[in-house]
C-alpha cells in the first residue's frame, strides 16, 4: 500500500464525518469508554498534530520502530492510558463551541496530508521517543484515524464508514502483532474492534485463537 495515499484516504473519511457534525451530535457518545464526539475529535486532532509535528522532525538512524511495532508501547488498562483520557476530556470541554474544535481538526488534518505527499517514504522522523520512516509513521497515523473512526460513527447510524484502504492498513498492522494472519472469518471492522479491546471475543472465537486468545486485545 502506498502509505501517503493510504492516509489520505483515511484522514479524508474521518473528516466526512466530523464535517457535517453540530454541537448537539458533539455530545454523543462514541465506542470509546467516557468520551463524547467531541472528546475524540479533540483526541484525533492531537494525534494529526503530532503526525505534522513528525513530518517535519528529521532524526539519525537506525529506525527503532516500523509500522508493526510502533503499537507494542500501546498496551491497554495502564495509568498512562487513564491519565491520557482525563486529559482529552479536560481539554476537549474548553472548546466553548463545538465549531472551533472541528475548524481545528479539519485544518490540521489537511495539513498532515498535504505534508505526507510531499515526503519520501523512505526518510527518517522522530516521535514519542522512536525513530520511524516517514511511511510507517504515515501507516501508524492512517490506523489510529481509521479505528477511532469505527469508534466516532458508533452512533451516528447514517456517517459514512472508514476508508477501505484504512481498514485494509488496520488488518495489516493487527496481522502483524498476531503474528499470523488471523484465522477467523472476520470483517475488517470486527477485526480492528476486537483486537483493540471494543468487544470481547466469544468462547468460540478464544477457541479458535487457541494460545493467541490471551494476547487480545493487541494494542488498545
Known amino acids: 500500500m502506498e502509505q501517503a495515499g493510504v492516509l489520505r484516504s483515511a484522514y479524508e473519511a474521518f473528516a466526512g464525518v ?3 457534525l453540530g454541537d448537539e451530535e458533539s455530545w ?11 472528546d475524540l475529535v479533540f483526541h484525533c486532532l492531537l ?7 513528525a ?6 538512524g537506525p529506525a527503532d520502530r516500523d509500522a508493526v511495532t510502533y503499537w507494542a508501547d500501546w498496551r491497554p488498562d495502564s495509568a498512562g492510558a ?23 481538526y479539519l485544518e490540521t488534518a489537511a495539513a ?23 511511511g510507517d509513521l504515515m501507516a501508524t497515523l492512517a490506523v489510529e484515524a481509521t479505528v477511532h473512526h469505527l469508534d466516532l460513527v458508533r452512533h451516528l447510524p447514517s456517517a459514512p464508514p472508514p476508508a477501505p484502504d484504512g481498514l485494509r ?8 502483532l498476531l503474528g499470523r494472519p488471523v484465522p477467523l472469518d472476520w470483517t475488517d471492522r470486527h477485526y480492528a474492534r476486537a483486537a483493540t479491546g471494543r ?20 494494542f488498545g
Open 47 to 53: 494525534d494529526a498534530q503530532r503526525g505534522l509535528v
Open 112 to 134: 498532515v496530508t498535504t505534508a505526507a505527499g510531499r515526503a519520501g517514504p523512505d526518510e527518517l522522523v522522530g516521535t514519542q521517543g522512536h525513530v520511524l520512516t516517514t
Open 169 to 176: 492498513c488496520v488488518r495489516a498492522t493487527l496481522d502483524g
Open 18 to 20: 466530523v464535517a457535517p
Open 199 to 218: 468487544v470481547a471475543l466469544t468462547p468460540d472465537e478464544a477457541r479458535r485463537l487457541g494460545g493467541d486468545a490471551a494476547r487480545f486485545p493487541l
Open 82 to 104: 487513564a491519565n491520557g483520557r482525563r486529559y482529552t476530556r479536560v481539554n476537549a470541554s474548553m472548546f466553548l463551541r463545538f465549531e472551533q474544535l472541528r475548524g481545528l
Open 28 to 38: 454523543l457518545p462514541t465506542g470509546c469508554a467516557g468520551w463524547a464526539v467531541r
Open 55 to 60: 513530518l517535519h522532525t528529521p532524526a539519525a
